[in-house]
């Protein structure tokens, strides 16, 4: 069952443009993640959004949580060929505070390919 | 800090074989964590250790998979006797009690098992 889905799976367009990743789920979390994976390399963690409704600010990525924590989505700005690479989403259930280990859920990942 | 530190890169065994990957996590860090990334399935936690003792490992896919911390900075995943359905990409992730959930992941170990 995968608890998080991740739409679209692939995108590819031209530099300048802009685009949103969504990631949903039917589940709660308390928290979400977003992380970018390049080539060869393991996922790097970009943010952690904790309120519904919270928007958080990377340079020119912008992430939201939804409302209800079910959902959450990753606007891109102006793509850029450094914005390449996958783009995961990771629901934390069970942790509160921080201090203890909340489970993760992985999403399956967007392929994002921004061409010169 | 060198950060989460993998070994092999990459590993090309004969089906059978035994495969050990190795993970050096981050100083100081409380938990230890390791994954299997496949194109299939995505990012799947196979089990996770909090200060050297193993809390979760019901992502272990069956009892060929064990792994191991003997101390808080050295861990191992082992695979015995490995299946072509185990070539996959190992990740290992640690982090801090203080933030349990910020993971630092290592580079990955790539294995194929033909």
């Known amino acids: 069952t995968q608890l998080l889905e991740q739409s679209p799976q692939f995108l590819s367009i031209q530099e300048g443009e802009n685009l949103t990743v969504y990631c949903n789920s039917s589940?709660?979390?308390?928290?979400l993640q977003w992380y970018r994976q390049e080539p060869g390399e393991g996922p790097v963690l970009l943010v952690t959004v904790v309120t519904g409704g919270e928007v958080k600010k990377l340079k020119r990525l912008t992430f939201q949580f939804g409302d209800a924590r079910k959902d959450s989505s990753l606007h891109i700005t102006a793509a850029q060929p450094g914005d390449t690479g996958l783009y995961l989403c990771a629901g934390v259930k069970g942790n509160a505070g921080g201090t203890s280990y909340g489970k993760l859920t992985f999403g399956q990942g967007t392929i994002l390919t921004v061409h010169p | 800090d060198a950060g989460v530190i993998q070994s092999p890169r990459h590993e090309v065994t004969e089906m059978g074989q035994e495969v050990t990957l190795r993970c050096k996590p981050i100083?100081?860090?409380?938990?230890l964590f390791w994954y299997r990334q496949t194109m299939m399935r995505g990012l799947e936690l196979l089990i996770y250790f909090n200060n050297n003792v193993p809390i979760d490992d019901s992502g272990m896919p069956e009892d060929r998979f064990s792994a191991k911390m003997p101390n808080a900075s050295f861990s191992t995943l082992k695979i015995q006797p490995s299946e072509p359905r185990d070539s996959a990409v190992y990740f290992c992730?640690?982090?801090?009690?203080?933030?349990?959930?910020?993971?630092?992941f290592g580079a990955g170990s790539r294995l194929t098992v033909l």
């Open positions: 589940s709660v979390f308390s928290s």
């Open positions: 100083s100081g860090h409380d938990y």
């Open positions: 992730a640690s982090s801090h009690n203080s933030g349990a959930n910020v993971l630092t």
